[in-house]
């Protein structure tokens, strides 16, 4: 039998990670009769559970002058093995970093500073926590949804009590993410999105319905946009500082029993849940930031003009036209969609380092996971077990393709990358992108366009003078792969530098074309 648990990091995107370990992973914990079933706890049980103990630290062997919650160790020495305290009976690790009972489940000091009862009242919320990821794994939603509603109160309860508990911290952020699922808002959002998506959008006027449907007293993107904002950002950013002090522990470890077997987190499923909830505010900055409203007075039946449209091939009707007017409006020097909002600007050009974040902390995760396969015994609770052996869920080196995978992703977030394109080597600095709060205005070329019809849109040189008119190219009188480079002059040839080598027209429209002069149907 199998069991299955999945740690949530990320809103939207419930799972951040999901590990199967088969049974003979885990130790075996025999039954304690004073843990009562956590299926039945509520509120008022964690109530009287925190109250029942005296204050936080007291008579608590891990609670002494020499604590340290700033680093937890698995493995104590350089060989491995697993010491005893003289003054204690309980199995250490690592300066009494953490406690092994004698069933085998473990406690880490960050934890340890915390009275009984606190720490009896997690035990119980951790196994309840448990169901909820069950839940999530089997796709019962309804169950899920309720079991998240008991539990993030719970270990907000707990928090309240005790706010430097690192169980507390990490239960209540994942917890709190997973309880998205029960904000109203969202929930509205997402039954909207899945009738349309449902229905089944087949053509460019039911696309435009489903707009208008979506829209309802505001545009179908500022409605999700503030949903975002104002939702799911919080929640992600008090998430991100309670996994961030977990990740502080330098070595922070989590035993959950699950019913006769004890699982055990680590930095493996910490890291890649943090780098999850980077990536998810990343692009939550990326989604709310970005001016997208592409309505017209609260209509989007222009958009209806792109059908039928072709490039190159005939005379664009009447309703294409009308359709191109409008979307240069929108894209144009005076456009604003694709721009960034004022007040998000500068939350904008944190996304390169917010990106980096997230590779660095899954990089982080996968090479712990890498050198624990390394320990014997040092997987013996763990959710997954990295190895070549007939019992390894993964094996070593599909963690090192990850790894080196994420080395190449951290190349690119942190500098200029290679990209092959039509037999030619182009280099990229994506991070530019991301100092441009003007939309596409960079991207343009030099025209002029008065907003009355198609006929006034005309390309330009630098100077101002008319070298071609839009409907040339769009009619097939020009090509814009053959005859481009005459008539359309760029403003900035690197694209505000995200094409770094690119220091000529010539340049660009070299890289069009292709080294190897590949034939292409523009």
């Known amino acids: 039998m199998k069991k299955k648990i999945i740690l949530v990091g990320a809103a939207l995107s419930l799972a951040i990670f999901s590990a199967c370990s088969s049974d003979d992973h885990s130790s075996t914990s025999p039954e304690d009769d004073t843990l009562s079933s956590s299926s039945s706890l509520t509120l008022d049980d964690i109530d009287k559970l925190l109250g029942s103990s005296s204050s936080t630290g007291k008579d608590n062997p891990a609670s002494s002058d020499n604590k340290s919650s700033s680093s937890v160790f698995k493995t104590s020495s350089s060989s491995g093995e697993k010491t005893t305290s003289s003054s204690s009976e309980k199995t250490v690790e690592s300066s009494s970093a953490v ?34 990821f069950e839940a999530f794994s089997d796709k019962d939603m309804e169950a899920a949804k309720s079991l998240s509603a008991e539990v993030k109160p719970m270990y907000k309860k707990v928090l309240d009590k005790d706010s430097k508990n690192c169980n507390a911290q ?26 349309w998506y449902d229905y089944g959008i087949e053509s460019v006027a039911e696309f435009t319905t489903m707009l208008a449907d979506l829209s309802k007293n505001k545009s179908f993107t500022k409605i999700a946009q503030d949903a975002l904002d104002k939702e799911v950002a919080p929640m992600v950013d008090s998430a991100i500082t309670y996994m961030q002090n977990i990740m502080a522990q330098g070595d922070y470890i989590l035993n959950i029993r699950d019913g006769e077997y004890i699982r055990e987190l680590d930095n493996s499923e910490f890291g890649v849940a943090l780098g999850g909830l980077f990536a998810t505010k990343a692009a939550i900055i990326m989604a ?68 980096d974040s997230a590779i660095t902390e899954a990089r982080v995760a996968f090479q712990y996971s890498l050198d624990e396969s390394k320990m014997k015994n040092s997987q013996d609770n763990d959710l997954y077990v990295v ?87 769009m009619d097939g009188t020009l090509s814009f792969l053959d005859d481009g480079e005459e008539y359309i002059v760029f403003r900035d040839p690197s694209f505000g530098g995200i094409f770094p080598e690119f220091k000529t027209q010539a340049d660009i429209w070299s890289a069009v074309r292709g080294a190897d002069d590949e034939e292409e149907d523009w």
């Open 288 to 355: 709310t930031s970005m001016n997208l409203e592409i309505d017209v007075k609260g209509s989007y039946d222009w958009i209806n003009g792109i059908n039928g449209m072709t490039i190159g091939k005939e005379e664009p009707t009447q309703a294409q036209k009308d359709f191109i007017v409008q979307f240069v409006k929108l894209v144009g020097l005076d456009g604003t969609f694709t721009t960034i909002y004022t007040d998000r600007q500068k939350a904008w050009k944190t996304v390169p380092s917010l990106i």
């Open 99 to 132: 406690v092994i009972d004698d069933d085998g489940f473990k406690r880490a000091a960050c934890d340890m500073q915390s009275d009984e009862g606190t720490l009896l009242a997690l035990d119980l919320i951790n196994e309840k926590s448990i169901k909820m």
């Open 387 to 473: 190895g070549n052996g007939a019992d390894a869920d993964v094996s070593i080196d599909d963690i090192q393709e990850i790894l080196d995978g994420l080395d190449t992703a951290l190349k690119v977030t942190r500098g200029t990358y290679e990209v092959k394109y039509r037999g030619q080597t182009i280099k990229i600095d994506a991070r530019k992108y991301f100092e441009n709060v003007d939309g596409i205005e960079k991207f343009l070329p030099y025209y002029e366009f008065d907003g009355s019809d198609l006929a006034s849109f005309n390309f330009i040189d630098k100077s101002g003078k008319k070298t071609a008119s839009l409907l040339d190219f």
């Open 170 to 195: 990490l239960g209540y952020a994942v917890a709190s993410i997973v309880d998205l699922a029960n904000n109203e808002t969202l929930r509205g959002l997402y039954d909207d999105y899945k009738y």
